[in-house]
């Protein structure tokens, strides 16, 4: 079954602790992101990746690292969290010609982290 | 700054009836996609109308596509209790792939 998933689904940690949120993607697709999803502020890209090895800076990259070692991952990494970054996050894929196009984009079913 | 920007932000109405909700962007685009988001969070991918086409038809849902408004509309017809969620509509900076999305719409139905 074609599907991105992320790990862990729900997650409270505490401010400073490392962590990571895991992204994959079974349908070989080049683009990926991040997004959170907060009250309000509605869904905002953090972070995307065009293929292996090229990342860039969305809207709301402070705070946030990634990395594109192989095409079908694409964690997500919070080096010092803050409470801030208390927020629902989405992980999405497609093709890269589908993403420049607007094309439909393949989301994962959300990570919801709570940072105290 | 948003794009796509949803009205009514709140739809509450009876199993049976139908639901509409109207999205409005500020740039050109290609493409204009609807999403809903269930109360668990997931984000499904609804329906994409092209920016050459005016309408388009999915089971009980109907897009309308209007580029000299700049505005969208999703119709869902027949409506059920499941299909209370909240509905978005995103376009996309197409040199980023970027999706923008509304503030989105939250429908309520009642059985």
């Known amino acids: 079954e074609a599907q991105v998933t992320q790990n862990p689904r729900y997650l409270i940690t505490v401010t400073g602790k490392k962590l990571t949120v895991t992204c994959s993607q079974n349908?070989?697709?080049?683009?990926m992101s991040w997004y959170r999803q907060d009250p309000g502020l509605g869904l905002r890209q953090i972070y995307y990746?065009?293929?292996?090895?090229?990342?860039d800076k969305g809207d709301v990259p402070e705070g946030y690292k990634v990395s594109r070692k192989e095409k079908r991952n694409f964690p997500l990494i919070l080096e010092s969290p803050s409470p801030n970054q208390t927020s629902l996050y989405f992980c999405?894929?497609?093709?890269?010609?589908?993403?420049?196009?607007?094309?439909?984009?393949?989301f994962g079913p959300g990570t919801r982290l709570t940072v105290l | 700054s948003q794009q796509g920007e949803e009205d009514p932000q709140a739809l509450s109405i009876q199993e049976g009836e139908n639901a509409t909700m109207n999205c409005s962007y500020k740039?050109?685009?290609?493409?204009l996609q609807w999403y809903r988001q269930n109360s668990g969070g997931g984000l499904v991918h609804l329906i994409l109308?092209?920016?050459?086409?005016r309408e388009k038809h999915s089971g009980r849902l109907r897009v309308t596509l209007d580029t000299s408004k700049k505005s969208s509309s999703l119709l869902i017809t027949a409506s059920r209790a499941a299909d209370t969620a909240s509905y978005f509509c995103?376009?996309?900076?197409?040199?980023?792939?970027?999706?923008?999305f509304g503030q989105g719409t939250t429908l309520q139905v009642k059985p």
């Open positions: 349908m070989n697709h080049e683009y």
């Open positions: 109308i092209r920016s050459n086409e």
């Open positions: 995103a376009t996309c900076s197409s040199n980023t792939g970027k999706l923008i």
């Open positions: 999405a894929s497609s093709r890269l010609q589908q993403a420049a196009q607007g094309d439909t984009q393949y």
């Open positions: 990746s065009m293929n292996v090895e090229v990342t």
């Open positions: 740039t050109s685009i290609n493409n």
